[in-house]
């Protein structure tokens, strides 16, 4: 344990490295359309400029895992503030869509810093149940700052403000992260309990591990397939879109608060089971209703998507234990990886949607909603898949405590 630190300090500098992190998700979001309309893109080229922000993420989260017990968090944050900076700036003077690429691709290597230099961070500093406590609580400002960014970029947007001055907003938690961490002492990295890389790659090639990585990818297309589209996919619907992505990711935060009460009820494939098949519902409403029933299938979405991301993490934390602080950074990684490739591919429905119902006679806000909600229809396949991969996962699980239980007792 690291006594001559700050963790005051580096904990809070952490929150709003994360706030950073999910603002330059929800604000990135909401400008979408104005995006699309200043610059003449299509909705795929759209997708490909949201691909960058996941495609950066996973690079730096993997990268930071594999050298975070050489270079340490302090470094890491450097980098992540230098990438936030750069990608903020450049985004702002991007010009076109070329620029817009570049940027947002900094903006994602930024926020994958952050990950691989945050969590081993505060599991560093804290021990026990309070490590536990304090990790749910960095976690909660994930959806929490989307909650917040979603709002600002609402409120920006109905007053007329450009999206450049939204941009310049990312500026303020990124500018107090590096004020509460400058000149402040880090913790040292732990290594007690590290196991080699040969390990953790060893316990990373188990059927196990493999199908929980399978899962992720599509835990992660289901959650931030539809929450970085919710702008353009649901313009149209007679609700807000902002107000639907903050409605979602407020109950994910009060919903994490209390997931370790939650996942001791049901247990980790409970809970994913039953998240698929809110998950799946909260979709199928979102491609079939309109006006304020709108937010009902927000409800459902959002305690579907909920536990996803932790809970994963926490399942490969728990049952392959060997894959280390690398398998989990993996695992998170291969979930950002697997969005990045689905953007362009969404953006794509999007455009083939509208091109269809166009050639039909569909005109105006009509047009839209249809090919939006013809999108979310196909959309709805992820969780459904989940829901089929969970309840292998579910017996495989409880097979392999009765095994277990057998061996005990014929030990």
């Not at 590290?194 to 390990?199: A, G, H, I, P």
Request: hydrophobic share 50%.
């Amino acid at each position: 344990m690291n006594e001559n630190i700050n963790r005051s300090a580096l904990f809070n500098g952490s929150c709003f490295a994360l706030i950073t992190t999910a603002f330059t998700f929800a604000i990135r979001a909401g400008i979408l359309p104005q995006l699309g309309e200043e610059f003449n893109l299509t909705a795929e080229q759209l997708g490909f400029i949201n691909s960058m922000w996941f495609l950066g993420f996973p690079i730096s989260m993997v990268i930071g895992g594999l050298v975070y017990h050489s270079v340490g968090p302090k470094n890491i944050m450097r980098v992540a503030l230098v990438a936030h900076t750069i990608g903020i700036i450049m985004t702002i003077y991007s010009g076109g869509y070329t620029g817009l690429l570049i940027s947002t691709l900094f903006i994602g290597f930024g926020n994958g810093c952050t990950e691989a230099a945050c969590n081993p961070m505060i599991a560093d500093m804290y021990s026990g149940e309070k490590m536990n406590k304090m990790l749910n609580r960095f976690h909660m400002w994930f959806p929490g700052g989307i909650f917040l960014g979603s709002l600002i970029s609402k409120f920006m947007t109905d007053f007329g403000l450009s999206w450049q001055i939204q941009m310049w907003v990312l500026m303020i938690p990124t500018v107090i992260y590096a004020v509460l961490f400058y000149g402040k002492t880090f913790p040292k990295p732990t290594t007690e309990g590290v196991t080699s890389l040969s390990k953790n790659f060893k316990a990373m090639l188990t059927p196990l591990y493999i199908f929980l990585f399978c899962c992720m990818a599509m835990t992660a297309i289901t959650e931030f397939g539809t929450q970085q589209w919710v702008g353009i996919i649901m313009s149209s619907s007679g609700a807000s879109p902002m107000l639907i992505l903050a409605s979602v990711t407020g109950l994910m935060a009060v919903g994490r608060f209390f997931g370790g009460p939650v996942t001791k009820v049901f247990g980790q494939t409970g809970v994913l089971l039953t998240s698929a098949v809110f998950a799946a519902i909260g979709i199928y409403l979102f491609s079939t209703v309109t006006g304020p029933m709108v937010y009902v299938a927000a409800v459902l979405f959002a305690i579907g998507v909920c536990y996803f991301w932790p809970t994963m993490v926490g399942a490969v934390a728990q049952r392959v234990p060997l894959s280390g602080a690398l398998g989990m950074s993996i695992i998170g990684g291969v979930g950002m990886f697997s969005t990045s490739i689905f953007q362009p591919i969404i953006g794509r429905w999007i455009d083939v949607a509208t091109a269809e119902n166009a050639a039909a006679g569909l005109t105006g806000s009509q047009l839209e909603l249809v090919a939006g909600q013809d999108t979310l229809s196909k959309m709805v396949t992820f969780p459904v898949i989940l829901i089929v991969l969970f309840i292998i996962f579910f017996l495989w699980q409880k097979k392999s405590k009765a095994t277990d239980a057998e061996t005990l007792a014929t030990a």
